[in-house]
């Protein structure tokens, strides 16, 4: 048995759950409202102020589906109470970020600047022209986009310059010494 699929979701006050046909999840609280389309292979009920998650056979797909989708289930409901936030840093001379409307501009030593547009459901807000803030119900597009902003400059190894996550730490490289 799963130990993460067994346990059950409890879904805290102001949280509406709702199963619909084929296996449609909606989770509606303070925050907003999330929508997933689960797997049919597995059984979902909602009991009371749980969600249960029980697997039909212990087929590996089974198996392995069971504990995910009680973890997809927990997320939205923690999204929706509380929301996903991803903490970027740029270090680096010259390096900044700058935030107009929804549109965030970076300055990252090429040529030119790279402007991104905050995605549907996502904000982003700037500190100190070094501190990124990416923000949001769902999980998965925060930490989408939060990845995607990492790779216009991933840290480099030498100097520690580029865009980081700030739980991240960069493993630092020794240069190449010169030869006397």
Excluded: C
């Amino acid at each position: 048995m799963s130990r993460i699929g067994k346990l059950p979701v409890a879904i805290p006050a102001g949280v509406e759950v709702k199963l619909e046909d084929g296996n449609v999840i909606t989770v509606k609280g303070p925050k907003g409202t999330l929508t997933r389309k689960l797997v049919d292979d597995l059984e979902v009920k909602v009991e009371g102020a749980e969600v249960i998650v029980t697997r039909p056979n212990d087929l590996k797909r089974s198996k392995s589906l069971h504990g995910l989708t009680r973890t997809l289930i927990a997320n939205m409901v923690e999204g929706v109470t509380n929301g996903y936030s991803k903490v970027l840093e740029i270090n680096g001379v010259g390096y900044r970020a700058a935030k107009a409307g929804n549109k965030l501009t970076l300055t990252l030593g090429y040529s030119h600047p790279v402007e991104m547009i905050d995605p549907e459901g996502i904000t982003t807000t700037v500190e100190n022209n070094n501190k990124i803030t990416v923000s949001g119900i769902d999980k998965e597009k925060v930490g989408q986009f939060a990845a995607e902003i990492r790779t216009k400059r991933p840290p480099e190894p030498y100097k520690g310059k580029g865009i980081k996550y700030a739980t991240e730490t960069i493993r630092r490289k020794v240069g190449k010494t010169g030869k006397k």
